[in-house]
C-alpha cells in the first residue's frame, strides 16, 4: 500500500465549493495524481474546536451548512461520504479522544473535499481541533502520521493568512494587500527552511502574527499537518480571495 500525502487546504469562502474556479481543478488535479487512492480521510477544519480532541464516529456523517447569508444554491449542496467507525475508533485511540457520533461535516471539510473526490465515495473521519499551542498540535498531527501508511489521507484545513475583519470585497480574485502578501511569505520562508522554533512561537516572532490571524482557529490546522508530514512542502495552489484571505494550498509527501 502507497502511503498517503498530507494535504494542508486554505479554504476560502464557501462559495469556492460550488467549483469551476482554478482553485477547484488544481485540487481535483491534486487528488487524479496520487499514487494510489486513499482508502480514507482523515480531516482536521478550523470550523470544530473542542476543548479536547473529539472524532465522528457514524457510519454517513452528514453535513453542516455552517453559514449564513449566501445564495440558495450553495445550501442546496450535499456531500453524502459514508464514514468509518473503525477508523474513528483507532484514531479517537491514538490521539486519547473521545467519539462523536452525531456531528456532521463542516464546510472546512466538505467544501474542499468535493473537489477531491466529488463521487463522495471515500470515507471520511473529522477530527477536531482542539484550542491549544501550536506545539501541541503538532504533536497531534505526528500521532497521526502513522496512518498515512495505511493508505489514510490526512486533510487539514483553514488559512494562512484569514482576517476577515480587513477584507475587501471589491478586491479581485488573486489580489492581495501588500500586508498580506509579506505575511504568508515569512511564514512559508521559515516553513520550506524548517525553522519551526519561529513558527511555533509565531505570536511573538511573525510581525503580521496578529494581522494575518486575529483568532487563530484557521492557522492551527497547519501545524497539525506539519506533524502529521514528512520531506519537503509543496504549493498546490496558490492564490488570494477579498485581499487578505489567502487560499495557499500545500503538500508533504
Known amino acids: ?17 460550488l467549483g469551476g474556479s482554478a482553485y477547484a481543478r488544481s485540487l481535483a488535479a491534486f487528488a487524479a495524481g496520487l499514487a494510489e487512492r486513499p482508502r480514507a480521510v482523515l480531516v482536521v477544519s478550523a470550523h470544530w474546536q473542542t ?13 453542516l451548512h455552517d453559514f449564513g447569508g449566501f445564495p440558495r444554491e450553495l445550501y442546496a449542496l450535499d456531500y453524502p461520504a459514508p464514514g468509518d ?11 486519547g479522544a473521545g467519539e462523536d457520533p452525531l456531528r456532521p461535516l463542516d464546510h472546512g471539510a466538505w467544501a474542499v473535499l468535493r473537489h477531491l473526490f466529488p463521487e463522495a ?42 482576517n476577515l475583519g480587513l477584507v475587501e470585497w471589491d478586491a479581485p480574485d488573486g489580489q492581495a494587500q501588500p500586508w498580506a502578501l509579506d505575511a504568508e511569505r515569512w511564514f512559508l520562508e521559515r516553513l520550506v527552511d ?20 486575529a483568532t487563530t482557529e484557521h492557522l ?23 485581499g487578505t484571505m489567502s487560499l495557499r494550498c500545500l503538500a508533504w509527501g
Open 1 to 17: 500500500m502507497v502511503s498517503q500525502p498530507v494535504l494542508f487546504v486554505s479554504h476560502g469562502s464557501p462559495m469556492l465549493a
Open 121 to 162: 465515495d471515500v470515507p471520511v473521519v473529522q477530527v477536531s481541533l482542539p484550542r491549544a499551542a501550536p506545539a501541541v498540535l503538532l504533536a497531534m498531527g505526528a500521532g497521526l502520521r502513522a496512518f498515512r501508511e495505511e493508505g489514510i489521507l490526512i486533510l487539514a484545513s483553514g488559512g494562512l493568512v484569514h
Open 85 to 95: 467507525p473503525a477508523l474513528a475508533a483507532r484514531a479517537a485511540e491514538v490521539l
Open 220 to 242: 492551527d490546522p497547519v501545524f497539525v499537518a506539519m506533524g502529521a508530514g514528512d520531506g519537503p512542502v509543496r504549493t498546490v495552489f496558490d492564490g488570494w480571495q477579498l
Open 194 to 213: 524548517g525553522r519551526r522554533e519561529d513558527l511555533l512561537d509565531h505570536r511573538r516572532a511573525w510581525p503580521q502574527s496578529r494581522r494575518a490571524a
Open 51 to 63: 476543548p479536547d480532541v473529539r472524532v465522528t464516529s457514524s457510519v454517513r456523517p452528514g453535513i
